[in-house]
């Protein structure tokens, strides 16, 4: 069905956190951190919007709307509205309505809390915009700036170096992958012409037929795996656990770390079904579920081990999108929504309890449930969900993906349902823990004295655990309404479901016993959980290396890369870098013609008045002058000389502009070298060697032939005189101005001169900034007249 | 170089140049000049000035620090860019506004407030390098 055009609301839907962005700060000076109130009404308003699309959206209708942006690079700001991009746009606005309730708790009195809003509220535009754009490169754009909101909220508390660190870490693995992501956009365009996301999915061969569907799947995976932290790009997420719990519990448990995992779901109609597909993604995908789990058992900070337990629940999502069938599809759109419900409860959660009881380490805690009991209660909740237990959504989803690895894949059938059921084992080992450890056993006195947090601050988990029990309810409903449209778009084809919460059969029903094999291996675990956890650090610390460590090196080796390049070619000796960029240039004129051999032909010597010969018989004899002056002051004055004879043969040949502006700059240059030379205090002579006046010479006769060939070729060239009758026709008409090369300068071409002026103040600033360095202040006003060390002295000291 | 007769006459020279300099932007669109030729000779008249009396005297004489103009010309530049947007034009697309008093033609336009920034930059930044490379002969 083709996509109906709607009006422009939605649009600003998705432009709407970035106006409350603007206004957080003011807001929150006003109001303290009961700004949340009325700042959370943004997303609740998004939210309903796009409450407003699931009917439509359910009976198969898609809908488009476009504002221009940058219509000559193909650039639309333009959104796609179908199922999946629905549920996701639900899930980022509903979410984020109480998030930002949430951060108003759990930041309640911070100094810089409305600068924390206004990253909240950008976060939540770049990801809107990333879910809904339809057109490529404005998704790119989006794409990138969650990865820049990301690294500012992971590196809000900027005064610790653990965030600083996390925060460039996040940066440069999402950046990176980013911009992979953008070159496989970019073939992407080239290769189909399609420069929509809907026009793409109208055409699923498109891309597998263009022969360049492996560039392209790699360029993709590149951005989706780091986005979504799939092994070995895990690391990043863990790091990123030092940002305030909010962030977490939102950036990297519910939506952005989700956006590799959208754009997968999204592409996988049109890149998926494929051998490689279904080979890389579920490797790759189960591996992370594996590694995820492993090292989220491990660890003792609640933080933490969600943080690991999201990377292996991105990494099941990432298998089964691997999968490109049906029924493991719909395990993952189920996962997807009852992953982003339970994940965001429990990561606020443990926010509450590490805010209240001032600890997030489980062996610190216990027996919080009387003192916080509306937490205990979100917690539990939204730990059956994760466990896969019913009556709640995580376990529909549980019983759905073993439905569809164990029955319908041949060859993958077997080893995936192995992955995901020790991964589910392990999910519920660690819910267990999350859920039970800081609640239940003897009270342990905590840092500080716990109680129930504010509203603000349990609102958020009591509504999503609730949610997740509660759409596991109406199964039937929530299987048309939200999970039907977007299995939909993510299979390319329409699908009937048939949800519900309770097995209609026992008998037979494999994915309930895989379940049950689940639970009964999962509670094993967790009362060897002791013993588990000391069993993988041992084996970690014989490994020892990992990829975060790995990231490390990496950043050492390009800095210790880059400063050995640097150090080469910044020797800090004015005359190895004239010299080197002399003799480029010289190669880059004189090697084309030497390849090709096309050396112009020598023009026949033209009929010269006796005043033309006169004026070139003086530039030569200031070219004589400036090689066989005695001093330094006298080869510059004797340098404008010929620079005015130049001058002059502009003005006779008809560019008297030119030839003003060449007066000028002589005069100025002769003017502003003679300063600098008294500045440096330069010797007067030049006492170079003879090899090093050789080599100079050669350089500079090289340079001047290579520019009079060049110049010589093109002047052999017929002239092309469409623009100069272009300029000389419409500069009196359109643009009222008779001198052409001014018009050009301000009117046809004044974007060009723009720029260049703005250069212009930042050569000047540099220059500037160059003369200030002083060289010591005890350093004696008459250097040493010695001939070479001044020289690299004063230059090393300006450089200073 | 600070000879009597360079010193008296240098003020002059200088006044001279920049009323000239002002002379040739103006002109710029019809004839040979405009903004960046004007600027050099300006930015000449600044060099003259400060190597006969003086940077301390130049600065006293422009009140604005040079980059602080230069600053303001690349503002003024890209505001004249800017002011096509109230007619619902693209970015630069010139504005004229032409009336006569008595018999002359007298032509505003954006070019023309651009290319006033263009002066202003010119002046400025290579006015300052100038200025900075003479002050350590004055003190």
Known sequence: ?800 | MRTIIFRTIAPYLAALMVLFSIFVLLRGHNEPGGGFIGGLIAASALAIFGIACGVASVRRAMVFHPMGVAGFGLFIGALAGILSFFTSQPFMTSQWLIFHIQDVEIALSTPLIFDIGVYLVVVGAIGSIALALEERESD
């Open chain 1, 1 to 800: 069905m083709t996509p109906a055009v709607i009006d422009d609301t939605t649009l600003y839907a998705v432009l709407a956190p970035f106006a409350a962005a603007v206004v957080a700060p003011f807001l929150t000076r006003w109001l303290k951190h009961n700004a949340a109130w009325p700042l959370a009404i943004v997303p609740a308003l998004m939210f309903l919007h796009f409450t407003g699309f699931i009917g439509p959206v359910s009976e198969g209708q898609t809908f488009t709307a476009a504002m221009a942006w940058a219509p000559a690079y193909n650039v639309e700001f333009s959104v796609y509205v179908d199922g999946l991009s629905t549920l996701f746009a639900m899930l980022i606005s509903g979410i984020g309505t109480f998030i930002i309730l949430y951060a108003g708790g759990y930041l309640k009195g911070h100094p810089q809390q409305g600068r924390f809003f206004s990253f909240l509220f950008l976060f939540m535009g770049a990801m809107m915009g990333l879910v809904l754009c339809n057109n490529l490169i404005s998704l790119f754009i989006f794409w990138e700036l969650t990865s820049i909101t990301s690294f500012l909220l992971i590196g809000f508390d900027h005064l610790r170096a653990a965030s600083r660190r996390a925060a460039i870490q996040a940066l440069v693995v999402t950046g990176g992958g980013g911009l992979a992501l953008l070159a496989g956009f970019l073939m992407i365009m080239v290769t189909t012409g399609k420069f929509e996301m809907s026009a793409l999915l109208t055409d699923p061969k498109v891309i597998k037929n263009s022969g360049y569907y492996l560039p392209i799947f790699l360029l993709v995976l590149g951005g989706a795996f780091t986005k979504s932290a799939q092994f070995p790009f895990h690391f990043w997420l863990p790091n990123a656990m030092e940002a305030p719990t909010p962030v977490s519990a939102y950036l990297h448990s519910a939506t952005m770390v989700k956006a590799g995992v959208y754009l997968l779901m999204r592409m996988q109609p049109v890149l998926g079904g494929t051998e490689l597909w279904t080979t890389v993604l579920p490797i790759f995908g189960g591996l992370t579920l594996l590694v995820g789990t492993i090292l989220a058992v491990r660890q003792t900070d609640l933080k933490l081990m969600l943080a690991y337990t999201t990377v292996a629940s991105l990494g099941l999502l990432v298998m089964l999108t691997g999968t490109s069938h049906e029924k493991a599809l719909e395990g993952a759109v189920l996962y997807l929504l009852a992953h982003s419900l339970f994940k965001g409860a429990l990561f606020m959660v443990a926010g509450t309890i590490d805010h209240e009881a001032g600890t997030r380490d489980i062996t610190k805690l216990g027996g919080l449930r009387a003192a916080m009991p509306i937490t205990f209660i979100a917690a539990c909740l939204a730990s059956l969900s994760m466990a896969g237990l019913p009556p709640f959504i995580g376990f529909i989803a549980k019983e759905v993906l073993y439905y569809g690895t164990w029955g319908w894949l041949e060859f993958w059938g077997l080893p995936l349902t192995i992955t995901a059921l020790v991964g589910n084992a392990l999910m519920l080992v660690i819910a267990a823990a999350v859920a039970l450890k800081p609640f239940l056993g003897p009270k342990v006195e905590t840092p500080k004295h716990a109680h129930e947090g504010p509203i603000l601050l349990y609102a958020g988990p009591v509504v999503l655990s609730v949610l997740g029990l509660g759409l596991a309810l109406v199964a039937s409903t929530t299987g048309n309404l939200l999970i039907a449209p977007t299995l939909a778009s993510v299979s390319g084809k329409v699908v009937e479901l048939d949800l519900h919460l309770w097995p209609t059969y026992i008998w037979g029903n494999v994915a309930l016993y895989l379940s049950l094999v689940t639970i009964g291996l999962g509670i094993f675990l967790f009362t060897q959980l002791d013993r588990l956890r000391d069993l993988i650090a041992a084996v970690l610390k014989a490994i020892g290396w990992g990829p975060d460590k790995g990231f490390d090196q990496f950043l050492a080796g390009i800095v210790s890369f880059s400063s050995w390049i640097t150090h080469r070619l910044q020797t800090g000796k004015m005359q190895t870098y004239m010299l080197l960029t002399f003799a480029f240039t010289a190669v880059a004129v004189l090697l084309p013609g030497y390849l090709t051999n096309s050396f112009p032909a020598m023009p026949k010597m033209p009929d010269y008045r006796f005043y033309e010969w006169g004026i070139l018989l003086i530039a030569v004899l200031g070219l004589i002058a400036v090689l066989i002056a005695k001093t330094r002051l006298t080869a510059i004055v004797s340098l404008g000389i010929q620079g005015f004879a130049v001058a002059l043969i502009f003005m006779m040949f008809g560019a008297p502009d030119l030839s003003f502006t060449q007066f000028m700059v002589e005069t100025l240059s002769v003017v502003i070298l003679a300063l600098v030379m008294t500045r440096l205090n330069l010797s007067p002579r030049d006492h170079r060697k003879g090899i090093d006046i050789a080599l100079t010479a050669f350089v500079s006769v090289a340079v001047g032939l290579g520019l009079m060939l060049t110049l010589l070729a093109i002047t052999q060239q017929p002239f092309d005189s469409r623009l100069s009758e272009f300029f000389t026709e419409y500069s009196r008409s359109i643009a009222h101005g008779r001198n052409i090369v001014n018009v050009i300068l301000v009117d046809f071409r004044g974007f060009d001169t723009l720029g260049e002026i703005a250069v212009v103040v930042l050569a000047g600033l540099c220059v500037l900034a160059l003369i200030r360095v002083r060289t010591k202040p005890d350093k004696p006003e008459e250097a040493p007249a010695s001939a070479e060390a001044p020289l690299a002295e004063a230059q090393t000291g300006e450089a200073r």
